[in-house]
């Protein structure tokens, strides 16, 4: 079993610095230009099926890779991004003044992370990602894609490499459209290439 996973293109928040979260961006032209991109890099792949977060941004995204194919497309929502609850749609640069804090915890010390009013905590996240993860292994399938957001993929690389939660900012950085390969044979999980962005060179 064959995993591609991807990010989101880019979006008009994403443009502006401004936080995402549960809320919606649509994607910028760059950002259905290089999701389109991506879907030609990968045009020779037949996928079972793709997974995608139900945030606007992400399923917009899975269609443009899917193309004029008729891949089924699965709305997930474990793999929606994290949730930010009263940040969302605050210029990060206003909430680092505002919230300097748990904003600086976010970024440099995930593990002492306290999520504001209506916010998601790390744990919470590490919880439905296990568990898209696990549902999205025991569906089964041969070539599997699945989009999502940038703090979703980070979770996820802490859980395939075992990390703990105050390394989940190591490199790589998940790029918008950047491609990462998994490979599943029984109960081992083999990263094949990680963040790659060849296909907007």
């Known amino acids: 079993m064959r ?28 950002g259905i230009e290089n999701a389109k991109r991506l879907g030609e890099s990968l045009k020779d792949i037949n996928f079972d099926v793709i997974y995608t977060s139900p945030l606007g941004r992400a399923n917009e995204t899975a269609k443009c890779i ?4 008729d ?4 709305l997930v929502e474990s793999l929606k991004e994290m949730g930010f609850g009263i940040w969302e749609g605050m210029e990060n640069s206003k909430l680092k003044e505002l919230y300097s804090e748990q904003y600086n915890n976010f970024w440099e010390r995930p593990h002492l992370y306290k999520p504001h009013e ?3 905590s790390f744990e919470e996240l590490l919880l439905r990602v ?5 549902e999205i292994l025991k569906a089964g399938g041969n070539n599997i894609l699945i989009v999502t957001h940038a703090v979703v993929l980070k979770t996820l690389y802490m859980i395939l490499k ?8 190591n490199p790589p950085f998940m790029k918008d459209t950047s491609l990462t390969i998994v490979e599943v044979i029984g109960n081992k999980v083999k990263i094949i290439l990680e963040a790659d962005t060849s296909h907007l060179e």
């Open 3 to 30: 995993i591609y996973i991807t990010r989101h293109g880019e979006t008009q928040w994403n443009k502006k610095g401004l936080m995402q979260g549960w809320k919606n961006s649509d994607l910028t032209e760059k």
């Open 66 to 69: 899917n193309g004029n194919k």
């Open 71 to 74: 891949t089924k497309i699965v």
């Open 118 to 120: 209506n916010g998601e």
């Open 130 to 134: 296990k568990t898209a993860w696990n």
């Open 162 to 169: 075992n990390l703990d939660l105050k390394d989940l900012w």
